[in-house]
């Protein structure tokens, strides 16, 4: 019955390989959401999806490539990895304008 | 660009006191949204609290109570009655809503966050 699921939980790979994440909710919300979280603990919003349309972009490499086959699903997927992405990544949805974002546990990506 | 600043890296309190952690965000918006976060070790992120800025009434939810000074563009979290459980990272996050296309969507941007250590 879990909200908003992310798999895979942890995700160690090499410098260079491409990964992906994906991220599936089940709220019924339209809109989703990319967070990185880095080693210090700050969140940044990476993407943002309504709808299956893509609404925010933030200064993200090229490198990263959010996809949306429908409104339930958001999934990430990062070409040549780097040491520097080494980070939380979290999945959120979200319903209508004031209601609150509702995450996922998160994806330890470790880059070696 | 909005942005959110909790002044206080970590906190500590004795388990049953009461705790105060700070926020203030930077905006020139007049209807927004204001949130707190918290982020246990399991790393999941929990809302706690959320308070809508057009309402003057401060937001309580049971041990959580906020102080939301809109003038002062602030928003603390109080704790109240300490629990082992509350041993947490909590996050301000301050959310604007943003049309485009036709489509509304909100951003939520989020403070360094605090460290809360609960001692027995």
């Known amino acids: 019955d879990t909200a908003v699921s992310q798999t895979p939980k942890y995700l160690v790979t090499q410098m260079g390989n491409d990964k992906s994440i994906k991220c599936e909710q089940n709220l019924g919300h339209d809109t989703m959401y990319w967070y990185k979280q880095d080693s210090k603990k700050f969140l940044k919003i990476m993407f943002s999806?309504?709808?299956?349309?893509?609404?925010i972009n933030e200064t993200v490499p090229n490198r990263f490539s959010p996809k949306s086959p429908d409104k339930a699903h958001l999934n990430l997927h990062i070409n040549s990895l780097e040491l520097g992405d080494s980070a939380v990544y979290f999945c959120a949805s979200k319903l209508y304008n004031n209601s609150p974002l509702h995450f996922g546990n998160g994806t330890r990506l470790t880059v070696t | 660009a909005q942005t959110v600043t909790q002044s206080q890296p970590e906190m500590s309190v004795q388990e049953a006191e009461t705790v105060t952690l700070s926020c203030t965000y930077d905006t020139s918006e007049n209807n927004y949204y204001l949130f707190w976060y918290k982020q246990p070790p399991s790393r999941q992120m929990i809302l706690v609290i959320r308070q809508e800025a057009y309402k003057q009434q401060n937001a309580t939810e049971n041990r959580f109570s906020v102080n939301f000074q809109k003038a002062a563009k602030s928003f603390s979290l109080k704790i109240s009655d300490s629990q082992l459980g509350d041993t947490a990272m909590y996050f301000c996050a301050f959310m604007k809503h943003y049309n485009a296309g036709g489509t509304s969507y909100g951003k939520l941007t989020f403070g360094q966050g605090t460290i809360l250590t609960v001692h027995p």
């Open positions: 999806y309504n709808n299956k349309e893509l609404i």
